[in-house]
C-alpha cells in the first residue's frame, strides 16, 4: 500500500519535494494539474522528475484540470476538454506516470443515461488515441462528491466495464455524494474485484447536495478505512486534505500500527 500527496509542487522544487516525500516515506505522488499543465514538452526537469521518481520508488500519477466537461452542450468544450487530458496523458507518459485522474462532466440538462452515452463516447474517443499514440498511461474517470455531477460508484464501474479505462475511487467524494449513509467498506465492496486500486482520502465536509470541501484527515476515519483494505493488495492512497503531505505520513503511520 503507497500513500502520498496531491501536489508536487513547482517546477523548480519538484525533485527536492519527491526526495522529502521519500525520506517520510511516501511512496506516490499525484501531479496537480488542477488549474493547468504547468510541465511543458522539451522541459529538462520532466526527465528529472521521471528518473528521481524511478530511483526512490515513487509512483506517479496526475490530476487534470478540474474545468473538463466531457457531455457539455457547446462541442468545443467537449474538445477542449478531451485535449486538456490528453495532454495530460502526453506529459504523464513522459513522467512515467501511471494514471491520468479526471472528473469526467455535468449531467446538465439532459438525463443521466443520455450523460452517461456522451461521456462514455468520448472516453472511447481518447482511450482510441491513446492506444494509437502507444502510451501506457491510462484515464481513470473519478468518483464525484456533489450529487449533481456525473461520477457516482455505479457510473463510474460501469465506464470501466464498457470502455476499458481505469478509475479513481475517491471514498471521501462517495462517503459525501451518499450523505454520509454509506460506510467505507461498503464502497470498498463495489471495487473488491480489481487487483489494483488508485483511490483519494481525505476529511470532508458535505451538505445535502454533496461535498463542499475538503478539509483535515481524522485520525478515526483513517482507521476505519485501513481496517477495511487489504494490505496484501496494490492500492495507492492520494491524500487531498488542506495538508496533504502532514495528513499522508499520517496514514502512512496508522497504516504501520494496525
Request: glycine share 8%.
Amino acid at each position: 500500500m503507497r500513500f502520498g500527496p496531491a501536489g508536487l509542487g513547482g517546477v523548480k522544487e519538484a525533485v527536492s519535494n519527491l526526495i522529502g516525500y521519500n525520506k517520510l516515506g511516501l511512496k506516490a505522488c499525484e501531479i496537480a494539474f488542477t488549474y493547468g499543465i504547468y510541465l511543458k514538452e522539451g522541459m529538462k526537469e520532466i526527465e528529472e522528475i521521471r528518473k528521481t521518481a524511478e530511483k526512490l520508488d515513487i509512483k506517479l500519477s496526475i490530476h487534470a484540470p478540474y474545468y473538463i466537461n466531457l457531455n457539455s452542450e457547446d462541442k468545443k468544450k467537449i474538445e477542449q476538454s478531451k485535449k486538456r487530458i490528453l495532454d495530460c496523458c502526453r506529459i504523464g507518459e513522459l513522467l512515467g506516470a501511471d494514471v491520468v485522474v479526471f472528473h469526467p462532466g455535468f449531467y446538465g440538462k439532459i438525463g443521466k443515461e443520455k450523460t452517461y452515452e456522451n461521456i462514455k463516447k468520448e472516453i472511447l474517443n481518447i482511450l482510441e488515441i491513446i492506444s494509437k499514440n502507444k502510451w501506457k498511461i491510462k484515464i481513470a474517470p473519478e468518483t464525484t462528491g456533489k450529487i449533481n455531477v456525473f461520477g457516482s460508484v455505479e457510473e463510474i464501474l460501469r465506464l470501466v466495464k464498457e470502455t476499458g479505462c481505469s478509475f479513481c475511487v475517491d471514498f471521501s467524494h462517495v462517503y459525501a455524494r451518499n450523505l454520509g449513509k454509506i460506510s467505507y467498506k461498503e464502497i470498498y465492496e463495489n471495487f473488491a474485484k480489481f487487483s489494483s486500486l488508485h483511490c483519494h482520502f481525505s476529511g470532508i465536509e458535505f451538505s445535502d447536495k454533496g461535498e463542499k470541501n475538503h478539509t483535515f484527515t481524522d485520525e478515526n476515519k483513517i482507521k476505519k478505512l485501513l481496517s477495511i483494505l487489504p494490505k496484501n493488495k496494490d492500492i495507492t492512497i492520494i491524500n487531498e486534505s488542506p495538508m496533504p503531505v502532514e495528513d499522508a505520513r499520517k496514514m502512512l503511520t496508522i497504516h504501520q500500527l494496525i
